[in-house]
């Protein structure tokens, strides 16, 4: 793409059809917004949440990241889950991994990157947690496989310590929390079998 002229026409084509199809569809749109789901994912370009899931505008409220993590201590991701869960009250929190995820590589291979090694330190984090399952594995992509998807698990024990999805649950509020993985070579997005719904739940992960 040598220019972004190809993305000005493309997004001109994208709402000509949807008002063609729903003419009001654009004036219903912003008068605001109240996604079932928050989608928490990795900012890899071939991972993108809608597109996967065929959903539309308002279907989502969405916080990408390298590596899909949720550390307590990021201001960004920390005030996305509280604006999802307090205010817009999301019934669905969906943390979606990738397999052949460059962040969760990197973290493993514990290259020095820069900046972003302070980042890839929480992945780290899970690796050390974890790292005779990871280590048991037989190839080096199940290795990598496996790492995926403890990042995800993990990610979904962070979600769920969060001071405000336990307040929500606390207050009897319909809040699922997913570990999902999303797989390049298939297109295919896998159930990681964790569900969360309550703070005894989480108290147990
Ligand atoms: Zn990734």
New binding site residues.
């Given amino acids: 793409m040598e220019n972004l002229s190809q993305v000005f026409e493309n997004n001109q084509q994208w709402a000509d059809n949807i008002k063609q199809q729903q003419p009001d569809f654009f004036k219903e749109s912003a008068k605001g917004q109240s996604p079932d789901i928050l989608w928490i994912g990795?900012?890899?370009s071939r991972?993108p949440p809608a597109q996967l899931t065929e959903l539309g505008p308002g279907d989502l409220f969405v916080h990408r990241n390298?590596?899909n993590v949720i550390p307590h201590s990021d201001i960004n991701s920390q005030s996305v889950i509280q604006y999802a869960v307090s205010v817009l009250k999301v019934r669905h929190v969906v943390i979606c991994g990738?397999y052949g995820?460059?962040?969760?590589t990197a973290a493993y291979e514990d290259d020095n990157l820069g900046l972003i090694d302070n980042w890839l330190a929480n992945i780290e984090d899970v690796y050390r947690t974890h790292q005779d399952e990871i280590e048991g594995r037989a190839s080096e992509e199940e290795k990598l496989n496996r790492f995926c998807e403890l990042n995800v698990q993990e990610q979904v024990k962070n979600m769920s310590h969060s001071p405000f999805v336990k307040q929500a649950w606390e207050a009897g509020q319909d809040l699922t929390v997913h570990g999902l993985i999303y797989d390049l070579k298939s297109g295919l997005l896998n159930d990681l079998d964790i569900k969360i719904n309550s703070i005894e739940e989480a108290a147990n992960l």
């Fill in positions: 990795c900012s890899d991972v390298i590596a990738h995820c460059g962040g969760v």
